[in-house]
């Protein structure tokens, strides 16, 4: 089963093909990570995913061409959780996440008991049943960003999409997410797909990772072939070195540019 497929896709904006005829496929319950450098058209790759963007080319959820797809149904198959997410003012943490069931409240728009115990639970596992009562606006950036995951779990799709969710955490939140991230794709069967500057991250979690180089798809497979100091070097100009452990995940080791300066700081009388 493919959970996701773009055939030939291409997104222009401004005139300019920020996304040039990008054919990939995510397969029910893998973990792909886009990555690339800067510009090279990985937020816009995804933000196809939640229609907020015009496109040309073939795009199937589900094997569903999208356009046969209403709102509240894309909204049952696949979270979208964007990189700087808009926020309703003065609404409080617990309001907030419940906002996530909309999809599947129909005419009545308004929570049942499950949701909101669902709410609560999901909150729980993200350690944020302290926050319920807090406003959204007043939470700190790596807060938010739980937060945020929070509502798209709530949502209950088989299909999760995170645009640089580790941004505003610290190192320990960083794992700590990615972590619980790889437990309920385990548990839910989850299909995920991240897009990530940091290629450790990317070689240690994801099945597949897919490198955009200005708006086309340049390579895509496992990490550990794709991982490599000759495409980092091509496509981030750094040198690096790639090590990989028995079970296939990658650690890449990035280098200085120049040799680093030792500075005398002894106190001199």
């Known amino acids: ?85 808009l926020v309703p003012p003065g609404l409080q943490v617990f309001d907030y996440v419940l906002l996530g069931r909309a999809p599947h409240q129909g005419l009545r728009c308004s929570p049942s008991l499950h949701d909101r115990r669902l709410a609560y639970a999901v909150l729980q596992r993200l350690g944020l049943d302290g926050f319920v009562t807090r406003r959204v606006d007043t939470l700190s950036g790596g807060e938010r960003q739980r937060v945020v995951l929070a ?19 610290d190192v320990g939140h960083q794992l700590e997410v990615l972590e619980l991230i790889a437990d309920l794709r385990e548990e839910r069967g989850l299909t995920v797909v991240t897009t990530v500057h940091d290629l450790s991250i990317a070689g240690q979690f994801a099945d597949a990772v897919a490198v955009l180089a200005d708006g086309r798809l340049v390579d895509a497979g496992a990490p550990r072939d794709v991982l490599t100091p000759g495409l980092i070097g091509r496509h981030w100009g750094v040198q690096a070195t790639c090590d990989v452990d028995d079970d296939g995940a990658v650690t890449v ?13 002894r106190t001199h009388r």
């Open 1 to 85: 089963m493919t959970a996701i497929e773009w055939r030939g896709v291409t997104v222009r904006l401004g005139g300019r093909a920020v996304v040039d005829d990008v054919t990939l496929d995510v397969p029910s319950g893998a973990w792909l990570s886009l990555i690339g450098p800067n510009g090279a058209g990985k937020t816009t790759l995804i933000r196809t995913l939640g229609g907020s963007l015009a496109h040309v080319g073939d795009l199937r959820i589900d094997g569903r061409p999208v356009e046969q797809l209403g709102v509240r149904q894309r909204a049952r198959a696949v979270a979208v959780v964007p990189q700087h997410p």
């Open 151 to 169: 509502r798209a779990l709530v949502q209950d799709t088989p299909v999760l999409v995170l645009d640089e969710p580790t941004t505003a955490l």
């Open 253 to 265: 080791t990035v280098r200085r540019r120049r040799e680093r300066r030792t500075t005398d700081t």
